[in-house]
């Protein structure tokens, strides 16, 4: 780990300086490729274990999530995508022929996106006079046009 950790340091200053000529100890096999500004060393099982083990994580961590979802449903998200890389596609895939950047307003974008929230009144709740609710869509069973964009209680 301390030979990475020279090499970073080494990669950095030859980088940010003019080439110089100097003298270090690399392990059998190292390659520069014919490249100045590269150093290749040889690949150990533990490089090749880390990159795979870093990747699932990261993979795992940025699982899409949807508004609302329980937190179990998250970790099991998550856990989906660590061990089936391919589990996240299809919300992926929802995701992005939802179209929500380009709904006409606020609400249709939260609608194609899918976090709308629904508000439940309780039973001896009752509307002041004049209020009104304005951008909501409500199911009125009985109308003939059952979605209107706007309800004056």
Known sequence: MTRYALLLLFAGLVASSPLKNITFTVPDGTSTHGEPNLLCTPTQWTDIIFFFLGNYVAHAATAITLPGERWQVAVATAAGALFFPTSGV????????SFAVFGKNDIYTA???????????????????????????????????????????
């Open 90 to 97: 299809f919300r992926g895939i929802a995701r992005i022929t």
């Open 111 to 153: 609608a194609r996106a899918g976090a709308l929230c629904m508000v439940v009144r309780s039973r001896d709740w009752r509307p002041n006079a004049g209020d009104e609710a304005q951008y909501a869509l409500c199911r009125i069973p009985s109308a003939t046009k059952p979605y209107k964009s706007t309800y004056q209680f």
